[in-house]
């Protein structure tokens, strides 16, 4: 039998980018793009966050749950752009990855924690927003080493180098 501690590194498969976003400018739309370049000193290229703080550098969401955010909030379906997270990830836990690195194409991130919803949810979710996103804002990550990531690449948990 494995102890937890091996349990936190096993997981069933790798996930898989189902969609990116770069936010050229604050406060404006997301921009859907199917790949990016991505620097280890300033993060997603042509991102306004792009050069701050190392440890946001990239921002993901889980793909199974934005169907959950839209259910909590009484819509059909939610774009992935309007929750402003930079990659929508799928068919991988990422809470389990937190402090863990990870693949992704040419890539390397490190996993650095929660990425917690804004009150800016509430505007763009409408009454409840923030609360439906909480739980399910994803995660932050820096760059390790960088690289091109594409719409389709895979995601998978690799060792410390």
Request: aromatic share 4%; with cysteine; charged share 20%.
């Amino acid at each position: 039998m494995e102890n937890i501690k091996d349990l936190f590194n096993i997981f069933p498969r790798p996930g898989r980018v189902e969609w990116i976003g770069i936010r050229p400018e604050r406060r404006n739309p997301v921009v859907v793009v199917q790949s990016v370049d991505v620097s280890e000193k300033k993060g997603l290229l042509g991102d306004h966050y792009s050069g701050q703080s190392g440890n946001r550098h990239v921002t993901l969401i889980q793909a199974e749950h934005l169907p959950v955010v839209a259910a909590l909030t009484g819509r059909d379906e939610l774009d992935p752009g309007i929750v402003r997270r930079n990659l929508v990830v799928s068919g991988i836990n990422l809470l389990a990855l937190k402090d863990q690195q990870i693949e992704i194409g040419e890539v390397v991130l490190q996993v650095t924690g929660q990425c917690h919803p804004c009150s800016k949810m509430e505007t763009a979710l409408g009454p409840g927003g923030y609360n439906a996103m909480r739980g399910h804002g994803g995660m932050t990550a820096k760059v390790i080493r960088g690289g091109t990531i594409r719409v389709g690449d895979t995601v998978v948990v690799t060792k410390p180098t």
